[in-house]
């Protein structure tokens, strides 16, 4: 997590390379909790805009978040922190990522589709956001 601009705007950097692996037996028992306790720590941190920077590499596919979980946690997100989101960077954008992202579009907003931006570097990602308050782990450097 780290911050931009005067008003301390939040930025929120979420390694999909930690997540769990979806073999795991308790797999669905663990995404669920780490959802809500994403949308409290959002909701905790975000009084204004923001952006999430969503790292996709390094990540095998096994740890990958699914569709159903994807669409839920859209779905519960709160229409505040929706309207605050002001971009949401996918760095490293698979194509599983993107064939997901274009097969959901037609079920989400425009407003939401249209703060999505894939970003192909870490050198690309410095150009739009200050990286100096934005830890990104030495998997994904690499």
């Known amino acids: 997590t780290g911050y931009y601009g005067d008003g ?6 979420f390694a999909a ?14 995404m669920e909790n780490l959802f809500l306790y994403v949308i409290s ?7 204004e805009d923001y952006m999430i920077v ?3 590499g390094a990540t095998p596919r096994r740890r990958m978040p ?5 669409k839920k946690c859209y779905q519960m997100i709160d229409r505040r922190l929706r309207k605050n989101l002001k971009s949401f960077i996918i ?11 274009a097969v959901t579009r037609p079920f989400i907003s425009s407003k939401f589709s249209s703060k999505i931006q894939y970003v192909s570097t870490l050198a690309e990602l410095r150009e739009m956001i ?3 308050y934005v830890h ?3 998997s994904i450097v690499k």
């Not at 490293?92 to 990522?97: K, T, V």
């Open 136 to 138: 990104i782990p030495e």
């Open 54 to 56: 969503y790292l996709n």
């Open 8 to 13: 301390l705007n939040a930025i929120i950097v």
């Open 66 to 70: 699914g569709l159903g979980w994807m």
């Open 91 to 101: 760095v490293h954008p698979s194509w599983f990522i993107r064939t997901i992202l």
């Open 17 to 30: 390379c930690f997540l769990p692996d979806s073999g795991r037996t308790d797999y669905n028992y663990v």
């Open 41 to 47: 720590t959002l909701e905790l941190m975000v009084a």
């Open 130 to 132: 200050p990286m100096e």
